[in-house]
């Protein structure tokens, strides 16, 4: 009897991000709020790579087997995101990236307040 393996990589989609575990124990997380760019492509050998990123360039990686229809309809939610781009950008992936969406409103800078 075989138990079942762990896998290298598991992904958590809720109302408020997304995080990713590693196999190694590190782990990647980004609130929705604060996704101003969604990629596609660094194609591995086994998978498709959606990269969500926020304005200082951090992220979370989302391998494509481990996107369900919670994912995708959260992708939704992103202003204009519009998922027959998505779908294109999986069927033409590559090793470069693909910017399938661009914030129209990026977040502005806090303004600075000051104190008496």
Do not use: K
Request: hydrophobic share 40%.
């Amino acid at each position: 009897m075989h138990g079942n393996s762990v896998p290298d990589t598991y992904v958590y989609v809720t109302e408020e991000g997304v995080t990713r575990h590693y196999a190694d124990g590190s782990v990647e997380a980004l609130a929705w709020e604060d996704v101003v760019e969604v990629r596609v492509g660094g194609v591995t050998e086994s998978d498709i790579l959606i990269i969500l990123l926020d304005r200082d360039g951090q992220g979370c990686v989302v391998p494509r087997s481990a996107t369900d229809a919670t994912f995708l309809a959260r992708l939704r939610y992103l202003p204009d995101f519009d998922l027959d781009r998505l779908s294109e950008a999986f069927t033409s992936a590559a090793a470069s990236y693909v910017v399938v969406w661009r914030s129209p409103d990026p977040p502005s800078p806090l303004p600075d307040l000051e104190y008496d």
